[in-house]
Structures are given as C-alpha cells and as structure tokens.
C-alpha cells in the first residue's frame, strides 16, 4: 500500500520562474494538505485540499496556488519564484478534512532551490 | 508571539541520558498535540501523539498541560540513534501549527 508519494525529489529554478509540485495521496485518503519548511524552520501550513476545492489556507500570497483532482491527487503551483521560496514542500493526505487531529503521515517531500 | 515555541537546542547528551523538551502554544483552540521526529534532510514522522492523561512508549514518555498551555516529550536512555530535530504540532480543524524544531544530538 503506497503512502503519499510526491514528485519531483529536487528541483532547481530561477527566480520569476513558475514550478508545479504533484502529490498522490495514500490509498483511501480524499484529503491533501501542503507544508513549506524553510532551512531551520519547522513546516508552516499553505492549503488544504478536499472535494477539489481549498478548504483552509495559511498566510501565504495568492502567487500560491493549487488543484486537487478527481482521483484526489493535487498539485501545487508557485508563480514568480523567488529566492525566499527555496524550502522543502510536503504534501500530507488524510481521510476528510478534519482528520489532522490524528497526526499526518507526510510525503518525502520536494526540495525546491531557486536561483 | 509565534503560536508554537521550543526549546532553542540544540541539546547535546551522552548515551543513556534522559532528556526533555518542552513546548508552549499560544492558541487555545489548538485540540490535538503532537511530537515529530525529522532526520536530516528527511519528512518529518509522527513520533506521538500528546494527551493530558500522558503517553507512554517505549522510552519516550509525552504529557500535556492544557492549563499551562504546554507539551513536553521525555527520553529516557537516550539512544545514538535518537539523533535528529523534535519538532512539537498543535493544531485543530485538520491544520498543523509546527515549533520550529529542537536538534538533539547524542554521543556516545
């Protein structure tokens, strides 16, 4: 049984580029929630995704953006790139929105470098 | 005020030690606690789940004061292994509130 799977691993781009980050959530989950961890930080919440709708959103700027698809894989996209924008990007699924109160299991992450 | 505050760390102990962090939340609301375990350049991994009556497994021992508004992870007989960053999550409505981690490094 497959846990949250993400792609790419690492990605480099340069600044003012646009990146889209995937993830696939683990079997049985409809649920998929973004994290940012920046170097020495711990994880700050972006969005939430359910029913292909955002359901929560933490305090980060419109040029953060998402999808969640029907078969509830999501993608996150990032416009403008800047070098503050260099972190590690994990994706946590769950079954339904309020399911956090259990604990996420989170994705291996993508390890994102702006230039 | 961040919503979640550690221990700055890092903590450095020898084998067998025991130690504790701690970590205070600001937010009230905040119904479910948690303690990760993040390796280097790793996801972080849910190590436990924080309740008031306490949690126990194995060597590692959590409790939370919700009168205090605080969580606390014990280690017992510490491990080389134990190595990595602690991070405290508090949260509620399906979102996580992270500390921003304590490194523990232990040596033999």
């Known amino acids: 049984d497959a846990g949250v799977t993400q792609s790419p691993t690492h990605l480099i781009k340069t600044r003012g580029q646009q990146v889209t980050l995937r993830c696939s959530p683990k079997s049985g989950h409809d649920t998929v929630s973004w994290y940012q961890q920046a170097l020495g930080q711990g994880p700050q919440f972006i969005f939430q995704y359910y029913e292909e709708e955002e359901r929560q959103r933490g305090n980060f700027p419109d040029r953060f953006s998402g999808h969640q698809f029907p078969n509830y894989s999501s993608e996150l996209n990032v416009n403008a790139l800047l070098l503050g924008d260099s972190a590690l990007y994990l994706c946590a699924s769950s079954s339904g929105p309020g399911q956090g109160a259990h604990g996420y299991t989170f994705g291996s992450g993508t390890r994102l470098t702006v230039v | 005020r961040k919503e979640v505050e550690q221990d700055p760390g890092p903590f450095n102990v020898p084998e067998g030690a025991t130690v504790a962090f701690n970590c205070t939340y600001s937010?009230?609301?905040?119904?479910?606690f948690f303690w990760y375990r993040q390796d280097c350049r790793k996801e972080p991994k849910l190590l436990m789940s924080v309740y008031s009556s306490g949690n126990e497994d194995g060597r590692f021992t959590a409790q939370l004061n919700r009168a205090s508004q605080y969580i606390s992870l014990l280690i017992r007989d510490s491990k080389l292994s134990d190595s990595a960053t602690y991070l405290c999550?508090?949260?509620?409505?399906?979102?996580?509130?992270f500390g921003k981690g304590t490194k523990l490094s232990v040596k033999p």
């Open positions: 999550a508090g949260g509620s409505q399906g979102n996580l509130i």
């Open positions: 937010n009230s609301a905040s119904q479910s």
